[in-house]
């Protein structure tokens, strides 16, 4: 199947359903979606949207980048949104680590190393996570998960919806690594190099801003470990972290399986 799909000023939007699963029932294609934000949608890319007839949108970045990049809408939408502002009153990690980094390869490595171990523990994500899942319960239509750049945030949540769905961890891995497509990535540098001269007045290499724009198997990795640590496995986590009990479980997979 096509999992990218298209969109003017919209990044990184594709499909991560229509894996087989262990239950011998598909993950339904054309019901769960992913992307980077849709402050830059064009036009053009509201109506692509509002084709898709996206009933919940998940937005997990925090309140400063929302507000900094607020996402275009079409014209009546109705989808339920499940966004937060907790405690980001005062915390923005990126940015922090962007002011005082060198702004390497092996700093945005390591970043995104300690990052992956702790955000499945922020309080911020675990109600977003477990309100997610929630919802998917609840909603007949598709949905959308993204963040700012859709590839961390996005890729976490999104890589537990297809566990829970029964997909391989080595299906899961290749659909999280499709973010890094050669093609979309060159075409993103200028911009990224752009704005990160602009925002801290430094300069960084090509393979530095590569290795902040892509994802690695190692990162989801990590994730899983810190999970699987505090919670025996990826089920725990899901059961004790996030809620979802035996009855939850029952009605995402009739929602999710073909």
């Known amino acids: 199947m096509t999992r990218r799909i298209a969109f003017d000023g919209i990044d990184n939007f ?16 054309g ?18 949207l509002a084709a898709l007839g996206l009933a919940l949108i998940v937005d997990l970045r925090r309140a400063n980048e929302r507000e900094r990049e607020p996402s275009r809408r079409w014209q009546g939408f109705a989808a339920q949104v ?23 390869a092996e700093s ?8 992956y171990r702790g955000a499945p523990f922020q309080r911020r994500h675990i109600d977003l996570y477990s309100r997610y899942f929630q919802a998917l319960a609840a909603t007949d239509g598709p949905v959308l998960v993204h963040c700012a ?27 999280y690594l499709l973010t890094n497509e050669p093609q979309r990535l060159a075409a993103r540098l ?12 430094k ?43 035996a009855d939850l479980r029952t009605r995402l997979h009739e929602r999710l399986l073909a």
């Open 108 to 115: 945005f490595r390591n970043y995104m190393l300690d990052y």
């Open 31 to 48: 019901v769960l979606y992913r992307s980077a934000h849709q402050a830059r949608a064009s036009d053009a890319d509201l109506e692509r």
């Open 190 to 201: 200028p911009m990224v190099r752009e704005t990160l001269q602009a925002n801290t007045g």
């Open 149 to 175: 750049a859709g590839k961390d945030r996005t890729g976490i949540l999104c890589a537990l919806t297809q566990h829970l769905a029964g997909v391989t961890e080595a299906d899961m891995l290749e659909d």
């Open 14 to 29: 594709r499909d991560f359903g229509g894996y087989d699963t262990r239950h011998g029932r598909p993950l339904r294609s």
């Open 82 to 104: 499940i966004e937060n502002d907790i405690g980001q009153e005062h915390v923005d990690e990126w940015s922090d680590f962007i002011a005082k980094s060198d702004l390497t």
């Open 203 to 245: 300069t960084a290499s090509d393979d530095a801003l590569m290795t902040a724009m892509r994802v690695e198997a190692e990162y989801l990795a990590e994730a899983f470990a810190t999970m699987r640590a505090a919670h025996g496995s990826l089920d725990g986590y899901l059961d004790e972290v996030l809620g979802l009990d």
